[in-house]
């Protein structure tokens, strides 16, 4: 008899450690398809290291043959889910359909971008969701500095030395972080900026940053970039983006040449295209991550619903710890369905965040243990190298060389502005 065939869609957090999981799981007994755009698992939480220009690209990108082995690799765009017909259709990146059945699916397609209806923004903003964005970031603050530097107007050095970005949850105050040493780095080397200095604009409609976490890191958060001259503005967001600058919810206009978006993020459109019931815009799952009506499709990660069991009537929140934890139950419980161990609802324990600032400043509560500085910052990276699952030697080089002031600040031109539209449809098509 032909072997079952599990396919899992999507290889982020959920997707890659569903298959790892099961790749150790089945031993042969089936067939595992991890149908993904790239051939690399993205570590999203050390993005702005990369725009920082602390760390390479490649630092982040995980590749998927290397790291599971026993999985079938299978290039591609999910773009329909046939649920009657246990079928998924796909766009192979020359752009040829394909058909591919399963006997179990692994829905973990991500999320991406959540755009407003705000003027200019989809023009004028980039998203921050993948590579392509982190380092067209990266060359396009090197860019302006250097533009500031070849410029007389003192007025385009200023608006040119100007970043904005709106949304101050993990992602965004993290890129302010990074972005103000970076070039505060950057023009120190350009002595004929004078006394143009970098000015960063931190920009939120909530009341504090880092409004999802502990109150206690978003005030060292808070009090470490303000120290820095970062601009936190609170209960403030952006009402039109122009290509001179943008204007803001109070009145004000901040002439500017980068408005970076890191408002949040919804499930990637492939959700909803399913036709499978939905809750907030996420795939409906019961506590064992399975679809109602549906035992053979399972779905995790931003895509999915899942309840939560410490916040009853409530659904997890879109964070790489959940999906992690829901990408291996998602495992156990397909290999429980062959027999293979049992089947088990999903149930978590919070073990913290960790939020690096750059330079030696973090924010950390570990087991729910406020911490700061450096401590903070030796806790953080220590808790990224343990969850990269490769790359870990290369990426302690890159933080040491950063360390002694030694990043790179050449513009390669690898990736022009419309290669990352803010709209992007997942977070690693290159045109996530």
Known sequence: MARPRIVIVGAGFAGFHAARRLARLARGAADVVLVNPTDYFLYLPLLPEVAGGVLDPRR???????????????LGEVDGIDPAGRSVSYVDPEGRPGELAYDRLVLAAGSVNKLLPIPGVADQAHGFRGIPE??????????????ADAADDPAE??????????????????????????????????????????RWLLLDTADRVL????????????????????????????????AHGVRLSD????????LVWCVGVRPDPLVEATGLPLTRGRLTVDEYLSV??????????????????????????????????????????????????????????????????????????????????????????GYHLLSLPANRARTATDWLFAGLGTRPVTQLG???????????????RVHR
């Open 60 to 74: 982040v990108a995980v590749p998927l043959a290397q790291t599971l082995p026993g999985v079938r690799l299978l």
């Open 134 to 147: 982190a380092v067209h970031l990266r060359e396009r603050l090197i860019q302006q500095i250097e533009l």
């Open 157 to 198: 050095r200023q608006a040119r030395c100007t970043f904005v970005v709106v949304g101050a949850g993990y992602t965004g105050t993290e890129v302010a972080g990074q972005g103000q040493l970076f070039t505060a780095e950057i023009a120190r080397r350009h002595p004929r900026l004078g006394d143009v200095t970098p």
């Open 211 to 242: 409004p999802g976490l502990d109150r206690r890191m978003s005030r060292v958060a808070g009090r470490v970039l303000r120290t820095r001259g970062v601009e936190v503005r609170l209960g403030t967001s952006v009402t039109e983006a122009t």
């Open 251 to 258: 009145g004000g206009f901040v002439p500017s040449r980068t």
């Open 292 to 381: 109602p009506g549906h035992p053979e499709i399972l779905a995790c990660g931003d895509a999915a619903a899942v309840p939560d069991p410490s916040r009853p009537g409530e659904i997890t929140p879109m964070t790489a710890q959940h999906a992690v934890r829901q990408g291996r139950l998602a495992a156990d419980n397909i290999a429980a369905s062959y027999g293979v161990g049992r089947r088990r609802p999903y149930r978590h324990r919070d073990l913290g965040f960790v939020v690096d600032l750059g330079g030696w400043q973090a924010a950390a509560n570990p087991l729910h243990v406020p911490l700061s500085g450096p401590l903070a910052r030796a806790v953080a990276r």
């Open 414 to 428: 690898l990736v022009p502005a419309t290669a990352v539209p803010l709209d992007t449809a997942a977070p690693e």
